[in-house]
Protein backbone atom coordinates (compact mmCIF):
# COMPACT_ATOMS: atom_id res chain seq x y z
CA UNK A 1 0.00 0.00 0.00
CA UNK A 2 2.86 2.33 0.19
CA UNK A 3 5.00 1.21 -2.51
CA UNK A 4 1.25 3.08 -4.33
CA UNK A 5 0.71 6.17 -2.13
CA UNK A 6 4.65 6.58 -2.94
CA UNK A 7 4.08 7.04 -6.35
CA UNK A 8 1.00 8.81 -6.53
CA UNK A 9 2.87 11.64 -4.65
CA UNK A 10 5.27 11.46 -6.61
CA UNK A 11 3.08 11.75 -9.55
CA UNK A 12 1.13 14.37 -8.19
CA UNK A 13 4.63 16.06 -7.61
CA UNK A 14 5.76 16.16 -11.00
CA UNK A 15 2.26 17.49 -12.93
CA UNK A 16 2.23 20.25 -10.12
CA UNK A 17 5.51 21.14 -11.42
CA UNK A 18 4.69 20.25 -15.25
CA UNK A 19 1.98 22.58 -14.49
CA UNK A 20 3.83 25.36 -13.50
CA UNK A 21 6.49 25.14 -15.86
CA UNK A 22 3.18 25.50 -18.31
CA UNK A 23 1.67 28.51 -16.75
CA UNK A 24 4.99 30.12 -16.72
CA UNK A 25 5.79 29.50 -19.97
CA UNK A 26 2.31 30.96 -21.01
CA UNK A 27 2.31 34.00 -19.09
CA UNK A 28 6.24 34.61 -20.95
CA UNK A 29 4.72 34.28 -24.30
CA UNK A 30 1.58 35.50 -24.21
CA UNK A 31 2.00 39.10 -25.89
CA UNK A 32 -0.48 40.63 -23.40
CA UNK A 33 2.32 40.36 -20.71
CA UNK A 34 5.23 41.30 -22.60
CA UNK A 35 6.52 44.66 -21.87
CA UNK A 36 5.23 47.12 -24.74
CA UNK A 37 1.96 45.88 -25.57
CA UNK A 38 -0.81 47.56 -26.31
CA UNK A 39 -4.88 46.87 -26.41
CA UNK A 40 -5.07 48.67 -29.49
CA UNK A 41 -2.57 46.18 -31.55
CA UNK A 42 1.02 47.07 -32.65
CA UNK A 43 4.40 46.76 -31.12
CA UNK A 44 5.20 49.92 -29.14
CA UNK A 45 8.76 49.51 -30.24
CA UNK A 46 7.91 49.17 -33.85
CA UNK A 47 5.79 52.46 -33.83
CA UNK A 48 8.28 53.95 -31.95
CA UNK A 49 11.04 53.25 -34.65
CA UNK A 50 8.81 54.01 -37.46
CA UNK A 51 7.51 57.56 -36.14
CA UNK A 52 9.15 60.15 -37.64
CA UNK A 53 10.83 62.46 -35.02
CA UNK A 54 9.30 66.29 -35.19
CA UNK A 55 12.02 68.63 -36.38
CA UNK A 56 12.80 70.70 -33.69
CA UNK A 57 11.13 73.75 -33.14
CA UNK A 58 13.06 77.17 -33.80
CA UNK A 59 14.33 79.47 -30.80
CA UNK A 60 11.72 82.06 -30.42
CA UNK A 61 12.90 85.61 -31.01
CA UNK A 62 14.07 87.79 -28.45
CA UNK A 63 11.92 89.90 -26.70
CA UNK A 64 12.55 93.54 -26.79
CA UNK A 65 11.58 94.59 -23.07
CA UNK A 66 12.19 98.23 -24.22
CA UNK A 67 9.05 97.59 -27.00
CA UNK A 68 7.11 94.65 -25.65
CA UNK A 69 3.39 95.02 -25.08
CA UNK A 70 1.83 93.32 -21.85
CA UNK A 71 0.93 90.02 -23.68
CA UNK A 72 4.95 89.92 -25.03
CA UNK A 73 5.99 90.08 -22.05
CA UNK A 74 3.89 87.59 -20.32
CA UNK A 75 5.78 85.04 -22.40
CA UNK A 76 8.47 85.28 -20.46
CA UNK A 77 8.53 82.44 -17.83
CA UNK A 78 7.69 83.95 -14.37
CA UNK A 79 5.85 86.86 -15.71
CA UNK A 80 1.88 87.41 -15.48
CA UNK A 81 0.03 90.16 -15.90
CA UNK A 82 1.12 91.92 -12.47
CA UNK A 83 4.78 91.45 -13.63
CA UNK A 84 4.59 92.65 -16.97
CA UNK A 85 2.64 95.88 -16.01
CA UNK A 86 5.19 96.41 -13.35
CA UNK A 87 7.66 96.37 -16.56
CA UNK A 88 5.25 98.51 -18.79
CA UNK A 89 5.24 101.39 -15.53
CA UNK A 90 8.74 101.09 -15.29
CA UNK A 91 9.55 101.81 -18.69
CA UNK A 92 7.10 104.70 -18.61
CA UNK A 93 8.66 106.29 -15.76
CA UNK A 94 12.15 105.64 -16.34
CA UNK A 95 12.35 105.37 -19.90
CA UNK A 96 14.19 102.64 -22.03
CA UNK A 97 16.09 100.16 -20.43
CA UNK A 98 19.92 100.62 -21.11
CA UNK A 99 20.64 96.62 -20.18
CA UNK A 100 18.88 93.25 -19.20
CA UNK A 101 20.28 93.50 -16.01
CA UNK A 102 18.33 96.80 -15.39
CA UNK A 103 15.25 95.12 -15.35
CA UNK A 104 16.30 93.68 -12.07
CA UNK A 105 15.44 97.32 -10.67
CA UNK A 106 11.45 96.34 -11.65
CA UNK A 107 9.98 95.48 -8.61
CA UNK A 108 9.07 91.59 -8.86
CA UNK A 109 11.50 90.87 -10.63
CA UNK A 110 14.77 89.26 -9.53
CA UNK A 111 18.36 88.40 -10.71
CA UNK A 112 17.72 85.07 -10.86
CA UNK A 113 14.59 85.98 -13.36
CA UNK A 114 16.77 88.08 -15.76
CA UNK A 115 19.45 84.80 -15.74
CA UNK A 116 16.77 82.36 -16.64
CA UNK A 117 15.81 84.48 -19.84
CA UNK A 118 18.75 84.52 -21.14
CA UNK A 119 18.68 85.36 -24.71
CA UNK A 120 14.74 85.48 -24.69
CA UNK A 121 15.23 89.16 -23.95
CA UNK A 122 17.06 92.10 -25.29
CA UNK A 123 17.10 95.78 -24.70
CA UNK A 124 18.00 96.66 -28.83
CA UNK A 125 16.48 99.69 -29.60
Same mark, same amino acid.
Given at each position: ???????????A????????????????? &???? !?????AS? #?? %?? +?? @????P??????D???????? &???? !?L?????? #?? %?? +?? @?????????G???T?????????????????? #????????
Amino acid at each position: MTKHKGRFSLLAGVAGALTAICLGAAFLI &APVW !QYGYHASG #GD %VL +AR @ALTTPVPAPTPDPQPINVNT &ATLS !QLMELPGI #GQ %VK +AQ @AILDYREAHGPFATVEELEQVDGISRRMVAQW #GDRVTVSQ
